[in-house]
T-cell receptor, first 114, second 113 residues
């Protein structure tokens, strides 16, 4: 199994809602990532988890809250988002925790904030 | 400040032709140079990658050429096929700085049948 599975595929939420994005991998990878991608732009790093501990936070606003319950799961909790947060949210994993080598990406959650 | 400059922004190639995408960087502290391919509605997928101690790497129809002195690297897609139509991103990884990936802005490739 070489897949990173993200749910839901699409999400529409209001600015007062609370929602969560989920990511799962069963490749035994010990590094997991959240990226944000706007249309026709490259992915932007948000968070990195290494061995289930948060190791990088790219100064992401607190309305985004990551969580890594175990080595296979990664969540991104969303609260009080703004319309400009609408984007494709990508989860990725890599075997090496030496970061950003051979990233496996999921298909993403397309988020619309109304 | 774009540390990895990618060109062209878009590219149209005929089936069977060679697609060439170029990237240039400024920071000499990069130690790993991957190329990612992204289809609409999908996440990026690693296509091929190279380290700076190698000048060329080939995997099937895809080749990376790396010129360390010129701080440039390029992706060549031989015998381009309509199924290669996608957005291609080059990237470079910092040796320090949490080994962060710096991405190019992407090239939209269309291969005409």
């Amino acid at each position: 199994d070489t897949e990173v599975t993200q749910t839901p595929k699409h999400l529409v939420m209001g600015m007062t809602n609370k929602k969560s994005l989920k990511c799962e991998q069963h490749m035994g990878h010990r590094a997991m990532y959240w990226y944000k991608q706007k249309a026709k732009k490259p992915p932007e790093l948000m968070f990195v988890y290494s061995y289930e501990k948060l190791s990088i936070n790219e100064s992401v606003p607190s309305r985004f809250s990551p969580e890594c319950p175990n080595s296979s799961l990664l969540n991104l909790h969303l609260h009080a988002l703004q319309p400009e947060d609408s984007a494709l949210y990508l989860c990725a994993s890599s075997q090496k925790t030496g970061y950003h080598e051979k990233l496996f990406f999921g298909s993403g959650t397309q988020l619309s904030v109304l | 400040q774009q540390q990895v400059k990618q060109s062209p922004q878009s590219l149209i190639v005929q089936k069977g032709g060679i697609s060439i995408i170029n990237c240039a960087y400024e920071n000499t502290a990069f130690d790993y140079f991957p190329w990612y391919q992204q289809f609409p509605g999908k996440g990026p997928a690693l296509l091929i990658a190279i380290r700076p101690d190698v000048s060329e790497k080939k995997e099937g129809r895809f080749t990376i050429s790396f010129n360390k002195s010129a701080k440039q690297f390029s992706l060549h897609i031989m015998d381009s096929q309509p199924g290669d139509s996608a957005t291609y991103f080059c990237a470079a990884r910092h040796a320090g700085n949490n080994r962060k990936l710096i991405w190019g802005l992407g090239t939209s490739l269309a291969v005409n049948p």
